[in-house]
């Protein structure tokens, strides 16, 4: 079963004061998270929120346990520009946690712009002493994003005790950049708007640049998540990026500019901040910006949030979620989601996203365009907190706690939070969920806002047939139409209507002058077996063309199995159910045939009402079908068209194997014996009747002239049927064949195939020696047997025995046995057997043997006619130079190691004593002329100088 999350009810965890207006506007509640750091570890996120209120103050307060933590306050004239930063750092000596909270503020008098620290020291005594620190800026703009930055140690042994030794960094709404002592505010470094703008596009408007909002991390982290590992975008640095190392502050901002013709263009930027040991080895410089790549939506997002780890990017704009993937630095849009109403979001896991209106809470998976949960928000719970006008108001999602699975949001003047249950079989981590599984059945519409343009183009004939819109109501209410005309021909016993009324539906062209003609055999000396098509073997004016059938509507197939065919099946009596052919005499049977439509699954399909109640379809009408083609058709025609070109199962292809052994006389019918006993029993009784005399007659009549049909036309179709049969036979699985053997054929009828597969060994001449030479001539021109044949002859035998099994064998063999008089023969069965295995199981030893070696005399003469060739070649010619190698003399590798005499201690020789050893092994350095008698053997070379 899908997993589901469940969303409770959403609780009030503090009730807030309102706040006073700002100049532009009603005041605001600004929330931001709280982080806690320990000394020489990881900062990580703390179960705390900082609640900022216009014209009041800065309230902590823990979510666990809904407690005020600490506030503090600021003038009733100042509004808040952005979220407050609080981070609680503890020293590794163990000392007391120092608590540092940075804000932004704004007096609405003055218009004077402030960042003020409160830093919180505990005492020894339990209480607990702030101070503050107050920088005032002369930016332009607000100040939309602070944050501290990593920790740095110091070079004093007392402030790495007691100080953390950060930086805070503030990030103005037109781009301008500044780092703030953390202790003081001080000013260290200040960075213009240019660091944006220098590597956007020259038409842009600098003045419409803004910054949307920004997001602070580390460079390994960037490294990892967004550049999958590849730190050639850091390659400024001296150092390379580690997360146990040299890993400076990052900072990625999302901005907007105003670009030509009046539309915004979008950009991430990344950003390097300076510390102390980065801004040596930039050489002073305070900001560098390490990439700067454009986002493929324009619209300016309300929020936006970036998972670094997973480089996973999520912004809400126009109730529309944007999910990008962030892969080699390249943000490519993923999905869009519209969810109506929508006015924020958090991130839960990469497959799940809580989404939040004014009056419900749901869950998506973006991946799959799923709705996994939703919860309505209960106004009630909250009157005693707001008023009337501020039931209504926007849920804002500020923090999850994954640990806790609790979200907290403000709604109005109250801190909301929702408590998020996950599914009992679901693990600890939350990234198991996401399964396609879990989105079946909650699937939102997805709707298109664009006009839907359609491209015209040909759809291939099987394409055209299978496309749904041949099943709309329009096609559905056409075919019903033509069915009911169809049917009143049927009714009005106009065979001929009916049959034209097909031919038209299945595109079929009628050739009326081969209508009810016999196919005579082919004399032109053509191979007979090209010639073979399942057209060509079933007599069908329909089926004679010799060309490919169109591909057929099923639901007219269908049609036409129900209207040949009929299910019979009396009152009460299931088991003496069966299948009937009301038109054996139409081309439309033949057509069925002959276009591979008389399938099983067509026919269950066909009479699937009638049949709804009957077991085991499958093998009964497997069973049925291939004999009812034969009482329709005795010359087998029908049949032998049924295995050209029908996909059949082991039940249809047994059933058919068993009617052609039956008609080649390699099985006995017992049908014929119970006929003439009948006959006999009336002719006893009835004396000298004569219609009696007159049936025998006709019935003779009859066989003599399908004996002379066999005999005269075809003589060779049965037995090339029967190969087709066998060849499908093995297709089929093993299991299914042995159960189809033990169902439709006797002990002896098993043996009697076993006969006819012993047969077809020898007639291959599989159980001959290849290497005797008692060959007749005319063995030596017949045609050889295909290689395949021998494992298809082994795996049917194998199947045949598997049929039987042990019991079998036994029961059989004293059978056998008794009948030892009157057939000597039978009794040495299994040994014959045994040994025509046994001599083609050598055989094929040999011919693998004698395969060996014929290749490789094959080979060898390849050899030698190459190396003929190459001897062939002709006569080289003497190159003369006048410059000769020095020598090509390759001095004995010195070993790396010795044996030092006393002890037998194997040490390192030095490169001293590899030098030395090597001047000994090198010869006398000597100048040689070389003149042309030399070179004719004339006379030695001259030395001219020698010496070491």
Same mark, same amino acid.
Request: charged fraction near 25%.
């Given at each position: 079963?899908?997993?589901?999350?469940?969303?409770?009810?959403?609780?009030?965890?503090?009730?807030?004061?309102?706040?006073?207006?700002?100049?532009?506007?009603?005041?605001?509640?600004?929330?931001?998270?709280?982080?806690?750091?320990?000394?020489?570890?990881?900062?990580?996120?703390?179960?705390?929120?900082?609640?900022?209120?216009?014209?009041?103050?800065?309230?902590?307060?823990?979510?666990?346990?809904?407690?005020?933590?600490?506030?503090?306050?600021?003038?009733?004239?100042?509004?808040?520009?952005?979220?407050?930063?609080?981070?609680?750092?503890?020293?590794?000596?163990?000392?007391?946690?120092?608590?540092?909270?940075?804000?932004?503020?704004?007096?609405?008098?003055?218009?004077?712009?402030?960042?003020?620290?409160?830093?919180?020291?505990?005492?020894?005594?339990?209480?607990?002493?702030?101070?503050?620190?107050?920088?005032?800026?002369?930016?332009?703009?607000?100040?939309?994003?602070?944050?501290?930055?990593?920790?740095?140690?110091?070079?004093?042994?007392?402030?790495?005790?007691?100080?953390?030794?950060?930086?805070?960094?503030?990030?103005?709404?037109?781009?301008?950049?500044?780092?703030?002592?953390?202790?003081?505010?001080?000013?260290?470094?200040?960075?213009?708007?240019?660091?944006?703008?220098?590597?956007?596009?020259?038409?842009?408007?600098?003045?419409?640049?803004?910054?949307?909002?920004?997001?602070?991390?580390?460079?390994?982290?960037?490294?990892?998540?967004?550049?999958?590992?590849?730190?050639?975008?850091?390659?400024?640095?001296?150092?390379?990026?580690?997360?146990?190392?040299?890993?400076?502050?990052?900072?990625?901002?999302?901005?907007?500019?105003?670009?030509?013709?009046?539309?915004?263009?979008?950009?991430?930027?990344?950003?390097?901040?300076?510390?102390?040991?980065?801004?040596?080895?930039?050489?002073?410089?305070?900001?560098?910006?390490?990439?700067?790549?454009?986002?493929?939506?324009?619209?300016?997002?309300?929020?936006?949030?970036?998972?670094?780890?997973?480089?996973?990017?999520?912004?809400?704009?126009?109730?529309?979620?944007?999910?990008?993937?962030?892969?080699?630095?390249?943000?490519?849009?993923?999905?869009?989601?519209?969810?109506?109403?929508?006015?924020?979001?958090?991130?839960?896991?990469?497959?799940?996203?809580?989404?939040?209106?004014?009056?419900?809470?749901?869950?998506?998976?973006?991946?799959?365009?799923?709705?996994?949960?939703?919860?309505?928000?209960?106004?009630?719970?909250?009157?005693?907190?707001?008023?009337?006008?501020?039931?209504?108001?926007?849920?804002?999602?500020?923090?999850?706690?994954?640990?806790?699975?609790?979200?907290?949001?403000?709604?109005?003047?109250?801190?909301?939070?929702?408590?998020?249950?996950?599914?009992?079989?679901?693990?600890?981590?939350?990234?198991?969920?996401?399964?396609?599984?879990?989105?079946?059945?909650?699937?939102?519409?997805?709707?298109?806002?664009?006009?839907?343009?359609?491209?015209?183009?040909?759809?291939?004939?099987?394409?055209?047939?299978?496309?749904?819109?041949?099943?709309?109501?329009?096609?559905?209410?056409?075919?019903?139409?033509?069915?009911?005309?169809?049917?009143?021909?049927?009714?009005?016993?106009?065979?001929?209507?009916?049959?034209?009324?097909?031919?038209?539906?299945?595109?079929?062209?009628?050739?009326?002058?081969?209508?009810?003609?016999?196919?005579?055999?082919?004399?032109?000396?053509?191979?007979?077996?090209?010639?073979?098509?399942?057209?060509?073997?079933?007599?069908?004016?329909?089926?004679?063309?010799?060309?490919?059938?169109?591909?057929?509507?099923?639901?007219?197939?269908?049609?036409?199995?129900?209207?040949?065919?009929?299910?019979?099946?009396?009152?009460?009596?299931?088991?003496?159910?069966?299948?009937?052919?009301?038109?054996?005499?139409?081309?439309?049977?033949?057509?069925?045939?002959?276009?591979?439509?008389?399938?099983?699954?067509?026919?269950?399909?066909?009479?699937?009402?009638?049949?709804?109640?009957?077991?085991?379809?499958?093998?009964?009408?497997?069973?049925?079908?291939?004999?009812?083609?034969?009482?329709?058709?005795?010359?087998?025609?029908?049949?032998?068209?049924?295995?050209?070109?029908?996909?059949?199962?082991?039940?249809?292809?047994?059933?058919?194997?068993?009617?052609?052994?039956?008609?080649?006389?390699?099985?006995?019918?017992?049908?014929?014996?119970?006929?003439?006993?009948?006959?006999?029993?009336?002719?006893?009784?009835?004396?000298?009747?004569?219609?009696?005399?007159?049936?025998?007659?006709?019935?003779?009549?009859?066989?003599?002239?399908?004996?002379?049909?066999?005999?005269?036309?075809?003589?060779?179709?049965?037995?090339?049927?029967?190969?087709?049969?066998?060849?499908?036979?093995?297709?089929?699985?093993?299991?299914?064949?042995?159960?189809?053997?033990?169902?439709?054929?006797?002990?002896?009828?098993?043996?009697?195939?076993?006969?006819?597969?012993?047969?077809?060994?020898?007639?291959?001449?599989?159980?001959?020696?290849?290497?005797?030479?008692?060959?007749?001539? !005319?063995?030596?021109?017949?045609?050889?047997?295909?290689? %395949? +044949?021998?494992?298809? &002859?082994?795996?049917?035998? $194998? #199947?045949? =025995?598997?049929?039987?099994?042990?019991?079998?064998?036994?029961?059989?063999?004293?059978?056998?046995?008794?009948?030892?008089?009157?057939?000597?023969?039978?009794?040495?069965?299994?040994?014959?057997?045994?040994?025509?295995?046994?001599?083609?199981?050598?055989?094929?030893?040999?011919?693998?043997?004698?395969?060996?070696?014929?290749?490789?005399?094959?080979?060898?003469?390849?050899?030698?006619?190459?190396?003929?060739?190459?001897?062939?070649?002709?006569?080289?010619?003497?190159?003369?130079?006048?410059?000769?190698?020095?020598?090509?003399?390759? !001095?004995?590798?010195?070993?790396?190691?010795?044996?030092? %005499? +006393?002890?037998?201690? &194997?040490?390192?020789?030095? $490169? #001293?004593? =590899?030098?030395?050893?090597?001047?000994?092994?090198?010869?006398?350095?000597?100048?040689?002329?070389?003149?042309?008698?030399?070179?004719?053997?004339?006379?030695?070379?001259?030395?001219?100088?020698?010496?070491?």
């Amino acid at each position: 079963m899908a997993s589901k999350l469940h969303i409770h009810k959403p609780y009030v965890l503090k009730a807030l004061s309102n706040p006073l207006d700002r100049p532009d506007g009603p005041g605001r509640h600004t929330v931001g998270e709280v982080f806690g750091q320990k000394q020489d570890s990881k900062r990580r996120k703390r179960s705390e929120l900082s609640v900022a209120i216009d014209g009041d103050a800065v309230h902590l307060y823990d979510i666990l346990s809904s407690q005020a933590l600490t506030s503090y306050l600021v003038p009733p004239q100042s509004f808040f520009t952005c979220p407050s930063y609080s981070f609680r750092w503890r020293p590794s000596s163990g000392g007391n946690a120092i608590r540092y909270t940075y804000i932004s503020t704004q007096d609405s008098l003055s218009k004077k712009k402030e960042i003020k620290l409160f830093r919180d020291v505990p005492n020894d005594a339990g209480t607990t002493s702030t101070t503050t620190a107050t920088y005032g800026h002369h930016c332009e703009k607000p100040i939309i994003y602070l944050a501290a930055t990593s920790f740095e140690y110091s070079s004093t042994a007392h402030l790495n005790a007691e100080r953390s030794n950060h930086n805070v960094v503030a990030i103005a709404a037109n781009g301008t950049l500044m780092g703030l002592d953390g202790e003081t505010l001080e000013e260290r470094w200040k960075s213009s708007p240019a660091i944006f703008t220098q590597e956007l596009s020259a038409k842009a408007a600098p003045e419409g640049f803004q910054v949307d909002y920004v997001q602070s991390t580390q460079a390994a982290d960037v490294v990892d998540g967004l550049f999958d590992g590849k730190n050639e975008l850091f390659g400024v640095f001296r150092e390379k990026i580690q997360r146990d190392g040299f890993n400076p502050d990052v900072l990625i901002a999302f901005t907007s500019i105003q670009g030509p013709g009046g539309s915004r263009q979008r950009h991430m930027h990344i950003l390097v901040l300076p510390g102390r040991k980065s801004a040596q080895q930039l050489n002073g410089q305070n900001v560098i910006s390490v990439l700067t790549v454009p986002l493929p939506t324009q619209a300016i997002p309300a929020k936006g949030q970036l998972d670094v780890k997973s480089g996973s990017l999520q912004e809400l704009a126009n109730e529309v979620l944007y999910t990008y993937s962030i892969k080699g630095g390249i943000p490519r849009l993923e999905n869009e989601l519209q969810v109506p109403g929508i006015n924020s979001f958090l991130r839960l896991s990469k497959s799940s996203v809580l989404t939040a209106s004014a009056t419900s809470l749901s869950i998506y998976n973006p991946l799959f365009r799923s709705l996994q949960s939703t919860t309505l928000i209960d106004n009630e719970q909250s009157n005693h907190t707001t008023s009337a006008n501020e039931k209504n108001v926007p849920f804002c999602l500020a923090t999850y706690l994954p640990g806790r699975e609790i979200v907290v949001g403000l709604r109005g003047a109250t801190l909301t939070a929702v408590q998020l249950e996950a599914p009992t079989p679901r693990g600890t981590k939350r990234r198991a969920e996401g399964l396609l599984v879990d989105a079946i059945r909650r699937g939102i519409p997805q709707e298109h806002t664009g006009k839907k343009s359609e491209a015209v183009q040909d759809k291939p004939g099987i394409i055209a047939m299978m496309h749904p819109e041949i099943y709309s109501e329009e096609s559905w209410r056409e075919w019903r139409e033509a069915s009911a005309k169809a049917d009143e021909l049927l009714d009005a016993n106009d065979l001929p209507g009916f049959e034209a009324t097909m031919a038209d539906v299945f595109r079929v062209q009628v050739n009326t002058q081969q209508n009810n003609v016999k196919i005579e055999p082919q004399n032109d000396g053509s191979d007979s077996d090209q010639a073979i098509t399942p057209a060509s073997l079933v007599k069908s004016a329909w089926a004679s063309s010799g060309k490919k059938y169109h591909h057929a509507d099923r639901r007219w197939v269908l049609y036409a199995i129900s209207k040949v065919f009929a299910w019979s099946a009396p009152a009460g009596q299931t088991s003496d159910a069966h299948l009937e052919c009301r038109l054996p005499e139409s081309n439309l049977l033949g057509y069925l045939v002959a276009a591979g439509h008389l399938t099983i699954s067509n026919i269950k399909s066909a009479f699937k009402e009638q049949t709804l109640e009957l077991d085991d379809m499958d093998n009964l009408l497997g069973e049925q079908v291939p004999p009812l083609l034969v009482d329709v058709d005795p010359t087998m025609d029908l049949l032998l068209g049924y295995l050209y070109a029908t996909q059949l199962g082991p039940t249809e292809l047994t059933s058919s194997v068993k009617l052609l052994l039956r008609s080649l006389d390699l099985l006995e019918d017992p049908t014929k014996f119970r006929q003439l006993q009948i006959a006999d029993s009336a002719a006893q009784e009835q004396g000298e009747d004569h219609d009696v005399i007159d049936m025998e007659l006709d019935k003779a009549e009859e066989e003599l002239q399908m004996t002379e049909y066999y005999l005269g036309n075809d003589s060779g179709s049965r037995t090339r049927g029967l190969s087709v049969a066998f060849s499908k036979l093995v297709m089929c699985p093993a299991a299914a064949t042995v159960q189809s053997f033990r169902r439709l054929f006797k002990p002896d009828e098993i043996v009697c195939l076993i006969n006819v597969l012993r047969m077809e060994l020898i007639n291959d001449g599989w159980t001959r020696r290849y290497l005797d030479g008692s060959q007749d001539v !005319d063995d030596e021109e017949a045609e050889a047997a295909p290689d %395949g +044949s021998i494992q298809l &002859i082994a795996e049917l035998m $194998s #199947r045949c =025995i598997d049929s039987v099994g042990l019991g079998g064998w036994m029961a059989f063999d004293s059978m056998l046995t008794k009948g030892a008089i009157e057939d000597d023969e039978s009794a040495d069965f299994f040994h014959q057997v045994l040994t025509e295995v046994q001599v083609a199981y050598e055989g094929v030893q040999e011919a693998v043997r004698l395969q060996g070696a014929l290749g490789e005399t094959v080979r060898y003469a390849r050899r030698a006619r190459a190396s003929r060739k190459a001897q062939n070649l002709s006569k080289g010619s003497i190159l003369r130079s006048q410059e000769l190698p020095f020598g090509l003399k390759a !001095d004995a590798r010195i070993s790396q190691d010795r044996v030092r %005499g +006393s002890g037998g201690e &194997i040490v390192k020789r030095s $490169s #001293r004593q =590899i030098g030395h050893f090597r001047s000994q092994k090198r010869a006398a350095y000597s100048v040689t002329r070389i003149t042309e008698d030399g070179l004719l053997g004339r006379r030695g070379a001259v030395i001219l100088k020698e010496e070491m």
